[in-house]
Nanobody, 125 residues
């Protein structure tokens, strides 16, 4: 059974950093774009970043550019999101997801095929 499992969330002070991981199992995600989304209470699920299968292409929402970095290790079937200079408004549940293919603009969350259970990131001021 295909599975994505996120880890690495936690409580951090503003300005701090975390490294989120998303481990895939049950199948190879060869050819899949991997994305990170987040959802704060009362808000819609928001695109954060995505990375192509080869890792050669990335996209970020403007609010995280220069602070977040997405990467993937295809040998380990794992995707990472390094989150630096965290702000209270980054507080949310962070989800990783897999989408077959790469389109422009980035696909909305409902077009992604596989999802993890999410990991909570809380940033205190």
């Amino acid at each position: 059974q295909e599975q994505l499992v996120e880890s690495g969330g936690g409580l951090v002070q503003a300005g701090g950093s975390l490294r989120l991981s998303c481990a895939a199992s049950g199948r190879t995600f060869s050819g899949y774009t991997m994305g990170w989304f987040r959802q704060a209470p009362g808000n819609e699920r928001e695109f954060v970043a995505r990375i192509s299968w080869t890792g050669g292409s990335t996209d970020y929402v403007d609010s995280v550019k220069g602070r977040f970095t997405i990467s993937r290790d295809t040998a380990k079937n794992t995707v990472y999101l390094q989150v630096n200079s965290l702000k209270p408004e980054d507080t949310a549940v962070y989800y990783c997801a897999a989408d077959l293919g790469w389109g422009t603009p980035p696909a909305p969350w409902w077009e992604y095929d596989y999802w993890g259970q999410g990991t909570q990131v809380t940033v205190s001021s």
